[in-house]
């Protein structure tokens, strides 16, 4: 299979790359300096110059604060790029897989989300992000994948921003003090996973349409931290934050968790998050200090 992976240099783009060429698929990886998805006819010359069965969109703006003030810039890789993508997929009869994000959803409820509730934006990031999701539709074969919190893979080791996990074990292995959200519900999910998840769901042959892609269970900052503590076997120590405490430019949904039930149903079984934390500290921390 020809796989064109956009924005691969990213934590989750990484481990998208790697799992498909372990895969024995043809890569190509894309990072932002050499496509630009938002620049509609250099999607257009790459792709058809491909041909790809498949494009995977990792590239987003992902900045939630900054997409505030940045509106514009939010809405053309989040949105329009998305478009682009999508248009010329559809010309090339390539299959988009379009990752988008929990902040569609206000937070205002108790039990996890599923792809039936109604998205309800509450910032400038989150509807750009839900305009992608639109926009992804126009490929006609589409998958959209919302994923959350995301944490590892190969991003780790090649510079690709952390996520919130990784600060947060960066500043327990240091001893430090860690501030964490206890109001903030949701579901974590390990790009290593969210990879897999996604290249069987391409096998699979299931409806076309938006999919929750995240590990399974839920936990609170203060409980993800508190369990990657207890596997390093080291002290946590934390300074507790809440949503009314931080004064962010941008709205955070307060209970973001997903569930992956709907990728279960079709044989496709996300680990439980604490599960996948354990994996990421071996694989990804523990091993990586030993180099």
């Given at each position: 299979m020809k796989v064109l992976v956009?924005?691969?240099?990213?934590?989750?783009?990484?481990?998208?790359?790697?799992?498909f060429r372990a895969s024995g698929d043809e890569v190509h990886a894309s990072v932002h300096a050499a496509l630009d998805i938002v620049d509609a006819a250099a999607v257009e010359r790459r792709v058809l110059a491909i041909r790809p069965d498949v494009i995977v969109n990792c590239a987003a703006y992902n900045d939630v604060d900054a997409a505030e003030s940045h509106p514009v810039e939010a809405l053309q890789v989040n949105a329009i790029g998305v478009r682009a993508l999508a248009a010329a997929a559809r010309q090339a009869g390539a299959i988009l897989v379009h990752y988008s994000t929990d902040f569609v959803f206000d937070g205002e409820t108790t039990r996890p989300y599923v792809e039936e509730d109604e998205p309800k934006p509450q910032s400038?990031?989150?509807?750009?992000?839900?305009?992608?999701?639109?926009?992804?539709?126009?490929?006609?074969?589409?998958?959209?994948?919302?994923?959350e919190?995301?944490?590892?893979?190969?991003?780790?080791?090649?510079?690709?921003?952390?996520?919130?996990?990784?600060?947060?074990?960066?500043?327990?292995?240091?001893?430090?003090?860690?501030?964490?959200?206890?109001?903030?519900?949701?579901?974590?999910?390990?790009?290593?996973?969210?990879?897999?998840?996604?290249?069987?769901?391409?096998?699979?042959?299931?409806?076309?349409?938006?999919?929750?892609?995240?590990?399974?269970?839920?936990?609170?900052?203060?409980?993800?931290?508190?369990?990657?503590?207890?596997?390093?076997?080291?002290?946590?120590?934390?300074?507790?934050?809440?949503?009314?405490?931080?004064?962010?430019?941008?709205?955070?949904p307060r209970f973001c968790a997903m569930s992956p039930a709907r990728l279960a149903s079709l044989g496709i079984v996300m680990p439980p998050w604490e599960d996948a934390v354990e994996r990421y500290l071996a694989a990804d921390v523990q091993s990586s200090d030993a180099i």
């Open positions: 956009t924005g691969a240099a990213g934590l989750l783009g990484s481990a998208v790359t790697a799992a400038v990031y989150a509807a750009s992000k839900l305009l992608g999701e639109w926009f992804a539709a126009d490929a006609a074969r589409y998958y959209v994948l919302r994923v919190s995301l944490f590892g893979g190969p991003g780790v080791r090649t510079g690709a921003r952390r996520g919130s996990l990784g600060t947060i074990v960066d500043r327990i292995m240091r001893g430090e003090v860690v501030p964490v959200f206890v109001d903030r519900t949701v579901s974590p999910s390990y790009t290593p996973d969210v990879a897999m998840a996604t290249q069987a769901l391409l096998a699979s042959g299931a409806p076309w349409g938006t999919y929750h892609c995240v590990n399974a269970g839920s936990a609170t900052w203060r409980e993800v931290a508190a369990h990657a503590a207890r596997r390093l076997g080291l002290e946590l120590q934390i300074r507790e934050l809440t949503l009314a405490s931080v004064a962010a430019p941008a709205a955070r």
